[in-house]
């Protein structure tokens, strides 16, 4: 690993959490550096806010590949020239195939906005409504080829209030997903945690349930 570990962000829209990573390691809550920030939509603002800061951005549009599997060959070429430590699906809207994949095992993860194995897939804050869930959150995972289905890192949880709507909810889940992130990322970076066979290893032992964030710290 380079000494300080880097990291390549793939995002598709506005880029709130890859804002929360530039910040963290800016203000050194995160020791690593964000050697490229890549995606599949040109005008996403989570390009825009790399390009501020300085670091490397790319787009590559799907619909000049033949199909997803060249797609994800040639972002994944892109990636790899940036020699990142650890790949971060920061709101990456695109399936990720398993040959892309096979080579980052352990080194890839994805923040999603539910408490999994519940809710994979898009629209969580509205499913988790119409679920009558009482609790809601975020979870940072180790990437597979598995749709949101790799071992969880980490989670943090929100309570689901009455009169809550899908972007209600959306909003408090953003606010713990953020520092959930960083915190995870934090242990990622600094070898604490690991991806051992299919489960997580946390200062050397292997997890038995995520780590929840609590008072902005991770425990397990
Ligand atoms: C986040 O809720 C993330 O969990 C989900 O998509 C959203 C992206 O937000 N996968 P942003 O682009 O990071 O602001």
């Known amino acids: 690993m380079a000494a300080i570990p880097r990291l390549a962000v793939l995002a598709s829209g506005r880029g709130s959490n890859l804002q929360a990573i530039l910040d963290a390691v800016a203000e050194g809550r995160l020791h690593a550096r964000v050697a490229g920030v890549f995606g599949d939509r040109h005008k996403a603002f989570a390009l825009e806010r790399a390009r501020d800061a300085g670091i490397p951005a790319q787009a590559l549009r799907p619909r000049d590949f033949a199909s997803r599997s060249e797609f994800d060959a040639a972002l994944f070429a892109a990636v790899a020239a940036v020699e990142p430590d650890f790949i971060v699906c920061a709101g990456y809207m695109r399936l990720l195939g398993a040959e892309a994949i096979a080579p980052w ?73 953020h520092p959930l992130m960083i915190s995870a990322l934090e242990l990622l970076c600094t070898g604490r945690i690991r991806l051992r066979g299919a489960a997580v290893e946390f200062d050397g032992q292997v997890l038995q349930a995520p780590l929840q964030l609590a008072a902005n710290r991770l425990r397990a």
């Open 105 to 177: 095992e352990g080194r890839i993860v994805n923040i999603h906005p539910s408490l999994l194995p519940a809710f994979k897939g898009l629209d969580t804050h509205a499913r988790a409504l119409e679920a009558g869930m009482a609790e809601h959150g975020a979870s940072l995972h180790f990437v597979s080829a598995d749709l949101d289905g790799g071992p969880v890192i980490a989670q943090a949880r929100v309570p689901v209030l009455p009169g809550d709507d899908a972007d209600a909810l959306a909003q408090r889940v953003l606010a713990v997903e």
